[in-house]
């Protein structure tokens, strides 16, 4: 989520979450006084976004004796949801006004139509990145996606866990889930910048598998889960909107260039729709010419 002006709806959200995540991680959360000089231009992203994206560290262990605070206030260790299933891992803040929820709400569909049992199958296990939220917050959370997603029998498969900086740390920096904090609307910082992504990981807490942005292949999610369970790890996934737009905070010109971007592939859509009908209209016109013909010329 980027706060402040630069950010007007979610679907902007959800592309300048992916012009984000094939940037490097050098560090997890920066101070404030990192982020205040340096003019951006072109193709360079604004000062406060260098250091936010996901790399993804695909094998590599979690920190399974990283200590939180499960929805129910008790306190949990997270190699206490691995052993014997795979799991879908999500960093998230729960306050998130924008950017989570739409991810969140892109897992809670995609999940709807994948043929697996949360807690039978497979556990989901969300982290908050803000250590200032509670237990009372993740159980708030959890009693929604859970409704959501419309199986409350599979309520003891979604762990919506809260912790201290130094797990939450061990967690991001395993993931290489880079973010920073940044002023909210009353200009303290309560916010976090950061990309979006879902990680799939294997019954013995490793990385497999990563998906990008806030909208989830149901069936890439499924063939994800079932490789996991066999602690298969897979490949690396490309972003191709990565270089989809032109930041510049003083103007927020980004937004009218995402825009045209997205009307630009309306337009090919519709036109290419439109130029199937056609052919397939005059597909089916042509034999019907013919057979008229034939009826004339017999006649």
């Known amino acids: 989520m980027w706060a402040g002006r630069t950010i007007r709806g979610g679907w902007q959200a959800a592309i300048l979450c992916g012009a984000l995540l094939c940037a490097p991680v050098f560090a997890q959360v920066s101070s404030y ?51 014997k299933h795979p799991a879908i891992l999500s960093l998230v803040y729960y306050n998130c006004p924008m950017l989570c929820s739409e991810e969140l709400d892109g897992l809670t569909g995609a999940l709807e139509m994948v043929k697996l049992t949360p807690g039978k ?75 979006s992504s879902i990680e799939i990981v294997t019954t013995d807490g490793k990385l497999a598998q990563y998906y990008l942005g806030v909208e989830y292949s149901p069936k890439d999610m499924l063939l994800g889960l079932i490789d996991a369970s066999g602690n298969k790890i897979g490949s690396p996934v490309a972003n191709i909107l990565t270089y ?47 057979h008229d013909l034939t009826k004339k010329e017999n006649g």
């Open 33 to 83: 006084g990192e982020k205040q000089s340096g003019e951006n231009a072109g193709d360079q992203l604004p000062q406060v976004l260098q250091k936010v994206g996901v790399s993804q560290h695909l094998n590599q262990q979690l920190p399974l004796d990283a200590s939180f605070v499960d929805d129910t206030g008790k306190t949990v260790r997270l190699g206490d949801y691995f052993g």
């Open 121 to 195: 199958d497979f556990d989901v296990v969300i982290i908050s990145i803000d250590p200032s939220e509670t237990p009372e917050t993740a159980a708030a959370k959890k009693a929604f996606y859970v409704k959501r997603y419309g199986r409350p029998e599979t309520a003891a498969g979604w762990h919506f866990l809260t912790g201290q900086r130094p797990a939450i740390d061990a967690v991001t920096n395993a993931v290489g889930f880079g973010y920073v904090k940044v002023p909210g609307p009353d200009g303290k910082l309560t916010q976090f910048a950061h990309a």
């Open 244 to 290: 989809c737009y032109h930041y510049d905070p003083q103007t927020n010109k980004h937004s009218l260039i995402i825009a045209r971007v997205v009307q630009f592939g309306g337009m090919v859509t519709v036109a290419g729709l439109g130029g199937f009908m056609f052919l397939m209209f005059r597909r089916d016109v042509n034999p019907a010419r013919e």
